[in-house]
């Protein structure tokens, strides 16, 4: 079992920057892949950034320019730091651990943006 718990949301002007954090725990070795999704009430959950074991990463076209993945090994964290936010980029984000074959989820962290 992986736990992830994200924190870092909050309320910030369009134009601003939020740094988002997700700590992994548990059996954390041999997770392939983490990433960054958000959600908007009424609609599908989006991906948004990931990062391979390996250090490979990829953005959605939406953040790209903008938002910027890292990972932290020495401490089980990924962050997602997030610059000239938009309104648009209102959500709840949540953190997510593939270890294939199974897939967690954090409990999600507010993002709002007032224009």
């Known amino acids: 079992q992986v736990q992830l718990v994200e924190s870092g949301g909050g309320l910030v002007q369009a134009g601003g920057s939020l740094r988002l954090s997700c700590v992994a725990s548990?059996?954390?070795?041999?997770?392939?892949?983490m990433s960054w999704h958000r959600q908007v009430p009424g609609n599908q959950r989006e991906w948004v950034a990931g990062?391979?074991?390996?250090?490979?990463?990829n953005y959605a076209d939406a953040v790209k320019g903008r938002f910027t993945i890292s990972r932290d090994n020495a401490e089980n964290t990924v962050y997602l730091q997030m610059n000239s936010l938009k309104a648009e980029d209102t959500a709840v984000y949540y953190c997510?651990?593939?270890?294939?074959?199974?897939?967690?989820w954090g409990q999600g962290t507010q993002v709002t943006v007032s224009s």
């Open positions: 990062i391979t074991s390996a250090g490979a990463i």
């Open positions: 997510n651990a593939y270890k294939a074959p199974a897939s967690y």
């Open positions: 548990g059996i954390i070795g041999g997770i392939n892949y």
